[in-house]
C-alpha cells in the first residue's frame, strides 16, 4: 500500500505570491490534517479535514485555507506569501480521525521558501 | 488548553548508553500521548503512543515510554543507543474532542556518539 505523498517536494517562491502544495493519503483513508514546521516555531497544526469538511482549525491567519476532494486528496494554499511562510509542511492521513487512538500517517513534506 | 514541554532541546549519549528523553504535558482532559521520530527531510514516524490501559507502553526499534499520571510525564527511553537513532523527537498530545489537532512538543534531537 502506497504511503501519503505531498507535492511538491520543493518549492521556491517570492513574496506576494500564492502557493498551492497537494497531499494524497493513504488510500481508504479520508481523514487529512496539515501542519507547519519552522525552526522558531516548531510543528503547528494547520487544520484537519475528513469527508471534504475542514473540522478542525489550528490558529494561523486567513491566508492559509485548504481542500478536501472526493476522493479524499487535499490541497492547501497559501495566498500574498511572506517571508515568514517559509517552512517545512507535513500532511499527514489516516482512516477516519474520529478516534484520537488512531495512528496518523504523515508524508515526506514539502519544503517552502520564500524569497 | 493542552500543551507539552520537552526538557531539553539537545541530548547527547554515547552509543550502548541508555537514551532518556523527557517529556511534561498539560491537559484538562485524559490525554493521548505519543512520540514520534524525525529524520532530516523527512515526515514523522510514530514510535508509540498511549491511550488507556497500560501505562508502559513498548514502541519500534526498542523504544518504551511510561506514562505517569501523578507526574505527567511521558518519558521515552532506549536501553541500549544505536547510530542510527540519531534523529529528532517529537512528543505530542491530543485531546478527546474529536479529530486529529496534535500538539507537538518543541522537539529533542539525539545525537549519538561513536
Known amino acids: 500500500k502506497a504511503g501519503v505523498t505531498q507535492t511538491p517536494r520543493y518549492l521556491i517562491k517570492t513574496r506576494g505570491q500564492q502557493v498551492t502544495l497537494s497531499c494524497s493519503p493513504i488510500?481508504?483513508?479520508?481523514?487529512v490534517s496539515w501542519y507547519q514546521q519552522t525552526p522558531g516555531q516548531g510543528l503547528q497544526f494547520l487544520f484537519e479535514?475528513?469527508?471534504?469538511?475542514?473540522?478542525n482549525k489550528g490558529n494561523f491567519p486567513g491566508r492559509f485555507s485548504g481542500r478536501q476532494f472526493s476522493n479524499s486528496r487535499s490541497e492547501m494554499n497559501v495566498s500574498t506569501l511572506e517571508l515568514g511562510d517559509s517552512a517545512f509542511y507535513l500532511c499527514?492521513?489516516?482512516?477516519f480521525g474520529g478516534g484520537v487512538e488512531e495512528t496518523q500517517y504523515f508524508g515526506p513534506g514539502t519544503r517552502l521558501l520564500v524569497l | 488548553a493542552q500543551s507539552v514541554t520537552q526538557l531539553g532541546s539537545h541530548v547527547s549519549v554515547s552509543e550502548g548508553a541508555l537514551v532518556l528523553l523527557r517529556c511534561n504535558y498539560s491537559s484538562s482532559v485524559p490525554p493521548y500521548l505519543f512520540w514520534y521520530v524525525q529524520y532530516p527531510n523527512q515526515g514523522l514516524q510514530l514510535l508509540l503512543k498511549y491511550t488507556t490501559g497500560a501505562t508502559l507502553v513498548k514502541g519500534i526499534n526498542g523504544f518504551e515510554a511510561e506514562f505517569k499520571k501523578s507526574e505527567t510525564s511521558f518519558h521515552l527511553t532506549k536501553p541500549s543507543a544505536h547510530m542510527s537513532d540519531a534523529a529528532e523527537y517529537f512528543c505530542?498530545?491530543?485531546?478527546?474532542?474529536?479529530?486529529?489537532?496534535?500538539?507537538f512538543g518543541a522537539g529533542t534531537r539525539l545525537f549519538v556518539k561513536a
Open positions: 488510500s481508504g483513508h479520508r481523514s
Open positions: 479535514y475528513f469527508s471534504e469538511t475542514q473540522r
Open positions: 499527514a492521513s489516516s482512516f
Open positions: 505530542a498530545v491530543r485531546g478527546n474532542t474529536g479529530g486529529f489537532k496534535t500538539i
